[in-house]
């Protein structure tokens, strides 16, 4: 560089008259914050000689002078700046200076640059992967083939703007993937050449994205109109890439497979590779670090009423609504407004593995991944008691799954006993290959502890009711019984009207069935113990659901 340039690197606050031999980098322009259709500024990232680089803003008092005077990739003189510190969250550069336009900055074009341009900061993606601290106020470059993609969806953002969201997963030379999140009117740029079938690379240079790290996970996103891709770009970096790509060899396999909405490096692949630590409820409930886990469990109890388990939701997207003002319903988030709500699954529900329990809250995707139906097409389902939760919830009861729990510090500091479930997987060989040992070891029997079996065998017992002989015994037998599974739920949670399973042994039906209704023959407005019969086996042995309340069981019985 000639002398009388100044370094970016040396740039401070000091004085006005300096001067720059740069090139454009990037340059893109701000809306304003609250008129998306009128231009704050123009921004610009600007590169020296040495590589160091530095913002460069235009305010809108100066916006018609230089729009369309800037190219990208060119070179300029640029003299006369006001230095100033915008204290910008998101940094471009790691120079916190930014250099503003005023009325006295002169700028001309250079024809034959003094020096070549390297116009990519590229982050490997191992670096990213391994980073042990994410630091995601750096918009990163980076460089890789398309391997997999998403179906684009449309989405409405918190500032109630309609835009699209697609996600490509891009590979660098090790194969190490890496998840990129497109918006907006990237996702139309890089569709066209997303083709099925595609036997040459797609190689793309995404250049100023966010770093993201969530459930574990590291991603990159494009971040307002700041990012930009490069698809296939004419350029050195390109075809250094594809060079070492390819070699001397012609592929004419396919090279960009469909992936699902998790990414082909979602949860459930790590578990069926066996990549992921599934920890036991007792760790769960001990931990002492804040974040996402792995534990395995069997569903025993459904702690729900009959509103309790669902919630009126915004028809676009799931933010719970209030109360209709007027006769419609406004969502706070997206800011659709409609005629009525969406009903969606908010369920508590508790899990036991053998080394003890854990009551969580499950949100409307696991359950009707569960259940296979939607809240609003069970809603008004009858039920046995004429009160509580729809039958069909009871599918969930005697699952064996995993769950991916979220842990917070109301958890670990015991204030918030209720842990919210992230995800779930139901797959079987799965679910087998990933469980502790002592989830497995205790399968048979679900509710089994210090030798005390679930199963109860209440033959006699319900002749003895039907009898109306030694009835006050026969309920001390049920109680007993019952103490084994009341052991394994928290003393926090309350116990009455909460659902469980539990598995009786029954000789004759028609006891079955007179003994409970002579349960529930005094009173008749209480219905104290019912069930919902499933035959599990071809004999007799039936399962169904206790709702007890051993207290109002007592007051039914005769003498009492």
Not at 82 to 96: A, P
Not at 236 to 260: A, C, Y
Not at 511 to 528: A, C, P, V
Request: proline content about 3%; aromatic content about 8%.
């Amino acid at each position: 560089m000639s002398e009388g340039y100044d370094m970016l690197m040396n740039v401070n606050a000091k004085k006005l008259e300096w001067k720059f031999q740069v090139y454009v980098v990037r340059i893109w322009e701000n809306p304003n914050r609250y008129n998306q259709k009128e231009v704050n500024s123009i921004e610009m990232v600007l590169q020296d000689i040495k590589g160091e680089r530095i913002q460069a803003s235009i305010n809108k008092g100066l916006f018609k002078k230089w729009r369309g005077f800037f190219e990208e990739f060119k070179m300029y003189t640029m003299s006369n700046f006001i230095v100033v510190d915008k204290m910008e969250k998101i940094k471009t550069t790691r120079n916190w200076w930014t250099s503003n336009f005023s009325h006295r900055t002169v700028v001309v074009r250079v024809e034959n640059p003094s020096f070549s341009l390297e116009p990519f900061c590229l982050k490997p993606i191992p670096k990213l992967l391994v980073a042990e601290k994410l630091d995601d106020s750096q918009l990163l470059d980076i460089i890789g083939e398309v391997v997999g993609k998403e179906d684009p969806r449309d989405i409405i953002t918190s500032k109630r703007k309609e835009t699209k969201r697609m996600v490509v997963v891009i590979a660098d030379l090790d194969n190490n993937n890496l998840d990129c999140v497109l918006f907006g009117d990237m996702v139309d740029q890089i569709v066209p050449h997303l083709e099925d079938g595609r036997v040459e690379p797609l190689i793309v240079v995404l250049q100023f994205f966010k770093p993201s790290r969530w459930n574990d996970k590291v991603s990159v996103q494009s971040h307002f109109d700041v990012s930009k891709i490069h698809v296939n770009p004419d350029m050195k970096e390109v075809h250094d890439f594809r060079k070492s790509l390819l070699g001397s060899v012609t592929s004419n396999s396919v090279r960009i497979s469909q992936v699902s909405g998790h990414g082909v490096q979602s949860g459930a692949a790590k578990l069926k590779r066996g990549g992921v630590v599934v920890k036991s409820i007792e760790d769960a409930l001990n931990s002492t670090e804040e974040g996402p886990i792995w534990i395995g469990g069997t569903i025993v109890s459904i702690n729900a009423g009959n509103n309790d388990w669902f919630y009126k939701s915004c028809r676009k997207c799931p933010k719970k609504v209030e109360t209709p003002i007027g006769n419609r319903y406004e969502c706070s988030k997206c800011g659709h407004t409609h005629g009525s709500a969406s009903l969606r699954y908010k369920v508590e529900v508790m899990a036991y593995d053998g080394t003890g329990s854990i009551t969580m809250l499950m949100w409307d995707r696991e359950t009707t991944q569960l259940i296979g139906r939607q809240a609003e097409q069970i809603k008004d389902e009858d039920c046995l008691e004429g009160e509580g939760y729809p039958p069909t919830l009871d599918n969930m009861i005697d699952k064996k799954l995993l769950f991916k729990i979220n842990v917070k510090t109301a958890n670990i500091n015991k204030h918030d006993q209720v842990y919210t479930i992230m995800k779930i997987c139901d797959d079987e060989d799965i679910v087998e290959k990933n469980c502790p040992m002592e989830f497995i070891s205790n399968s048979s029997d679900v509710l089994t502890e210090n030798g005390i079996s679930n199963s109860m065998d209440v033959s006699a017992t319900l002749a003895n009711l039907k009898s109306d002989n030694n009835s006050q015994c026969s309920v001390d037998v049920v109680e007993d019984s019952v103490t084994s599974l009341k052991c394994k739920i928290p003393t926090r949670r309350a116990l009455n009207g909460v659902k469980h399973s539990v598995s009786l042994n029954i000789d004759n039906e028609e006891d079955f069935q007179l003994s409970t209704n002579k349960l529930g023959q005094k009173g008749g407005k209480k219905r104290i113990l019912a069930a919902h019969c499933l035959r599990t086996r071809p004999m007799k042995v039936l399962k169904f659901h206790l709702y007890f309340n051993l207290s109002d069981i007592r007051s039914t019985l005769p003498g009492n």
